[in-house]
């Protein structure tokens, strides 16, 4: 992989546009990131306009990646109308075992559609054809039933699931993770 690497942006999908976030995305980002339920698997709380705001200053930023452990970080918006839906990001992990993470969250109002599914989907080609990464992996809180069916609708796999390894929000959780190597990407393809 060469470094430093940065998508070319706007990421097209069938019915989404990913692209970096921008100062015109606080008030979406905080309708997201205010909710309980979205709050409910991550490691933070809702957040108040002023979280988020801080939240997306640090988005904003998150274009490029130029060494591991840094992520890029997308807005992901409704192609049709412009809507800011969610949140997505692919984490690189290790330059020498060239591997990455994904995570994301999408407004609850558009949860069912499949806009996940092909969110990941997008950061899965990002990643094995983009950066030329071996292996990709999302972990997700073993409660999280719907994650893990985005997860295995994209080819990832249930490679583990760690008992009360986290203590998140004042209780012990249980983690599951999910993975999907480069040869299995393109033999799905």
Do not use: C
Not at 17 to 42: K, M, T, W
Not at 58 to 84: H, S
Not at 163 to 177: I, L, M, Q, R
Request: proline residues 4%; without cysteine.
């Amino acid at each position: 992989m060469l470094m430093p690497f940065s998508p070319t942006f706007p990421i097209r999908t069938d019915r989404l546009i990913l692209r970096p976030f921008n100062h015109d995305d606080l008030e979406g980002l905080n309708a997201i990131q205010s909710l309980p339920e979205v709050a409910r698997y991550v490691y933070w709380e809702p957040r108040d306009l002023d979280e988020s705001a801080e939240a997306l200053e640090i988005r904003i930023g998150q274009t490029t990646l130029t060494e591991e452990k840094q992520p890029i970080t997308v807005a992901v918006e409704l192609a049709e109308t412009g809507e800011l839906i969610g949140d997505a990001m692919l984490f690189w992990q290790s330059e020498q075992h060239r591997s990455a993470e994904v995570g994301y969250v999408f407004h609850p109002r558009h949860h069912g559609r499949g806009y996940a599914t092909e969110t990941v989907a997008a950061l899965l080609e990002l990643g094995f054809d983009g950066m030329g990464l071996h292996r990709i992996f999302g972990r997700i809180d073993a409660r999280n039933d719907a994650s893990a069916r985005v997860l295995e609708r994209v080819g990832m796999r249930r490679e583990a699931h760690l008992v009360e390894n986290e203590f998140v929000k004042g209780e012990w959780t249980d983690e599951v993770v999910y993975a999907i190597l480069r040869r299995e990407w393109r033999a799905r393809r």
